[in-house]
Antibody
Framework: QLQLQESGPGLVKPSETLSLTCAVSGGSVSSSSFYWGWIRQPPGKGLEWIGSFYPTGKSYYSSSLQSRVAISGDKSNNQFSLTLRSVTAADTGVYYC?????????????WGQGTLVTVSS | DIQMTQSPSSLSASVGDRVTITCRASQNIDNYLHWYQQKPGKAPNLLIYGASTLYSGVPARFSGSGSGTEFTLSISSLQSEDFATYYCLQSYTTLPYTFGQGTRLEIK
């Protein structure tokens, strides 16, 4: 059974870099049938897609975040990572990693439990 | 970017009621529209993908319809466990994916 687990600092200072990792078990980040994404949710607000990473090595990002964000994969450790630079309080929220099914309709079918990141000095 | 307008933003209903939630896309997205349910403190769960296909294990009281720019999620007979927040997601191309703003379904 596929499991996704986010990890990383729960507190990041303004202007610094947020780095999270999603460990994948029960599946492979190298599988050509899937891609991997990050989604976030500010406290009390809706979901926001951050970006997606494909096994080909290609990544796609939200228009509003693309100047600050990078998503990469680590096949040897079967995980993928999110880096968000120059964070502000507006980047506070729960960050989810998820698996995308690229076989037909490109939906996220499995999600991690989420990790809360607070941006504060 | 494709904009998704979800309505209503909140909805009050009773157990046994039928409810419908709508998502409208700012341009044609074919059937690349998916519905999620989220309960407080939990990750979203996939309900419907490809506009109308029920995801494995999801009760048959959930259904989805639509194509192009207008889509609906219906719950035929509300159960107590269905009170949650619902989101649509469009994934038409590798251009930015976008979620609807969410619909909070509350007990009347």
């Amino acid at each position: 059974q596929l499991q996704l687990q986010e990890s990383g600092p729960g507190l990041v200072k303004p202007s610094e870099t947020l780095s999270l990792t999603c460990a994948v078990s029960g599946g492979s980040v190298s599988s050509s049938s899937f891609y991997w994404g990050w989604i976030r949710q500010p406290p009390g607000k809706g979901l926001e897609w951050i970006g997606s990473f494909y096994p080909t090595g290609k990544s796609y990002y939200s228009s509003s975040l693309q100047s600050r964000v990078a998503i990469s994969g680590d096949k040897s450790n079967n995980q993928f990572s999110l880096t968000l630079r120059s964070v502000t309080a507006a980047d506070t929220g729960v960050y989810y990693c998820a698996r995308g099914d690229s076989s037909a309709w490109n939906y996220f079918d499995n999600w991690g439990q989420g990790t809360l990141v607070t941006v504060s000095s | 970017d494709i904009q998704m307008t979800q309505s209503p933003s909140s909805l009050s209903a009773s157990v046994g009621d039928r409810v419908t939630i709508t998502c409208r896309a700012s341009q044609n997205i074919d059937n690349y529209l998916h519905w999620y349910q989220q309960k407080p403190g939990k990750a979203p769960n996939l309900l419907i993908y490809g506009a109308s296909t029920l995801y494995s294990g999801v009760p048959a009281r959930f259904s989805g319809s639509g194509s192009g720019t207008e889509f609906t999620l219906s719950i035929s007979s509300l159960q107590s466990e269905d009170f949650a927040t619902y989101y649509c997601l469009q994934s038409y191309t590798t251009l930015p994916y976008t979620f609807g703003q969410g619909t909070r379904l509350e007990i009347k």
